[in-house]
């Protein structure tokens, strides 16, 4: 089966498959919104606990991007989307069968673990795959797709949950991503031309085994171009799942007293408009040649939404208006697809993974400090009400939250308007050699 793939077959089943991995990192990115009664029930979590274990994907997460992708630059996508998938289905189990805090602890920490390369991993194997004019797109749509999880995430999960235990849903997870790891291992190659097994694409993303992993992260450091997009993705990024990923269904569940399910159906919005805004913003970006400007316009879209939701009817804005302000915040949110073009754009081919996950450090420093941030202004305003052996917080408790969110968000835009006008310099087509192998 594998001979019959032709190059350009081969390369989008390959990127495919990677998207895929991409899928359950979304999914588990999210899951902790809808199921936040519950694990403070069974587990008898605080807000501030609660906001420590949906952070704790992202501890590891952020340990884990510049030793990630060093490796990545050094070992491939192949390998690298072997153990990242692997560790994404083990820490899946062991969420599934825990009946502590510290197993649920545990669980979450090797899922991030495990998800901390898939991302970066997909941009490293387009850079060798896919010309420069395709890059923003291509990685819009790895968004969209990756997206799909957190969707299962919202109103899917929580009607699961509600017809069965939330424990077989992570065991069903954790098989898939075993499975995936070990389909990406026989299926995913690194670059055109490796093993002599597909088309010699020239001009493509050298290896990094030339340079040294202390002169790699050197010269990515130094570069103060990648720390800007590090400050803007911390605030946009963070302040976005804080709300969608960790909070926002307790939001919808306490203020409007609507059920789970229902409530779940009120995040969903920000995960289409993540959808469909990630490609978009890719396709406007490769078509205009540059990034700043599209970068600039996302972040003060996105700004302005939590403008109408900080201040419309007092932070409860009626039923239609959150919707419509949820989506938005997503197709705001999406931008991450340029930023991370920019960073791959501002360093060299051999150092695209390790220069791309250090600017994610900023997306998920943001996610890892807003969560838990979160979770500690909800606390302190917390008046002593339980509900089913919740703890319920008021209004005026969202809105300091809220308002917390909303000055990242503006410190974050500040910094996307001392970006370079990045015009890549690249964007020309490249043709495929007419010299046909047996294909992936």
Same mark, same amino acid.
């Given at each position: ?5 032709q ?27 809808v199921?936040?009664?519950?694990l403070m029930?069974?587990?008898n979590l605080?807000?501030?606990s ?9 501890y ?22 072997f ?14 069968t825990a ?14 673990f495990?998800?901390s ?12 795959w ?9 990685s819009?749509?790895a ?8 969707v ?8 699961i ?5 939330w424990?077989?849903v992570?065991?069903?997870?954790g ?7 070990f389909?990406s291992?026989l ?10 097994r597909s ?7 050298? &290896?990094a085994?030339?340079?040294s992993i202390?002169? &790699?992260?050197?010269? #990515? ?6 720390? #800007?997009?590090?400050l ?20 919808v569940?306490?203020?409007y007293?609507?059920?789970r399910?229902e ?7 920000a ?7 990630a490609? #978009?913003?890719?396709?406007?970006s ?9 970068i600039?316009l ?7 939404n939590w ?5 419309v ?11 419509l ?7 705001g ?10 960073a791959?754009?501002?360093?060299p081919p051999?150092l695209?993974?390790?220069a791309?996950?250090?600017v ?10 807003l ?6 202004v909800?606390?302190?305003?917390? !008046? ?6 919740m703890?319920?917080?008021p209004l005026?408790?969202?809105?300091g939250a ?21 015009r890549?310099?690249?964007l !020309?087509?490249?043709r ?9």
């Amino acid at each position: 089966m594998a001979a019959k793939l032709q190059v350009g077959t081969a390369r989008y089943f390959m990127w495919f498959l990677l998207t895929l991995t991409h899928v359950i990192t979304h999914f588990h990115r999210f899951n902790i919104n809808v199921l936040a009664d519950q694990l403070m029930v069974e587990f008898n979590l605080s807000a501030v606990s609660l906001g420590n274990l949906a952070a704790a994907y992202s501890y590891t997460y952020l340990l884990m991007q510049i030793p990630g992708g060093l490796l990545i630059d050094r070992w491939g996508p192949r390998r690298t989307a072997f153990v990242a998938a692997l560790f994404l289905g083990v820490g899946s189990l062991l969420f599934a069968t825990a009946h502590s805090i510290s197993a649920i602890f545990l669980g979450r920490l090797i899922i991030g673990f495990g998800g901390s390369v898939i991302l970066i991993n997909i941009l490293k194997f387009q850079s060798a795959w896919f010309r420069e004019n395709q890059f923003a797109t291509m990685s819009g749509l790895a968004i969209l797709i990756g997206s799909l999880g957190a969707v299962a995430a919202t109103f899917p999960l929580a009607y699961i949950v509600a017809l069965a235990s939330w424990r077989i849903v992570f065991l069903v997870t954790g098989v898939a991503g075993v499975l995936i790891a070990f389909y990406s291992f026989l299926w995913v190659r690194d670059r055109p031309g490796q093993d002599g097994r597909s088309l010699q694409l020239p001009g493509r993303a050298e &290896a990094a085994g030339g340079i040294s992993i202390p002169a &790699a992260l050197k010269q #990515v450091v130094r570069n103060r171009s990648l720390w #800007v997009i590090f400050l803007v993705n911390f605030g946009f990024y963070g302040s976005f799942i804080a709300l969608t990923g960790a909070w926002g269904v307790t939001y919808v569940m306490q203020i409007y007293n609507l059920t789970r399910q229902e409530s779940a159906l009120f995040m969903f919005p920000a995960i289409l408009g993540m959808m469909l805004g990630a490609p #978009v913003w890719g396709i406007i970006s490769d078509k205009m040649g540059r990034r700043k400007l599209p970068i600039i316009l996302a972040g003060l879209f996105f700004a302005a939404n939590w403008v109408l939701l900080l201040t419309v009817s007092g932070g409860k804005p009626p039923l239609a208006l959150l919707c419509l302000v949820v989506f938005n915040l997503g197709v705001g949110a999406s931008m991450q697809t340029l930023t991370l073009t920019y960073a791959k754009e501002l360093s060299p081919p051999a150092l695209t993974g390790t220069a791309t996950a250090f600017v994610n450090i900023g997306s998920f420093s943001g996610v890892a400090a807003l969560q838990l941030l979160f979770g500690y202004v909800l606390q302190r305003g917390w !008046q002593g009400l339980y509900h089913a052996g919740m703890m319920i917080y008021p209004l005026q408790s969202y809105l300091g939250a809220f308002s917390l969110c909303f000055v990242f968000v503006l410190i974050s835009f500040g910094f996307t308007l001392v970006l370079q006008d990045k015009r890549p310099a690249s964007l !020309q087509p490249f043709r495929i050699e007419a010299k046909q192998q047996p294909g992936v």
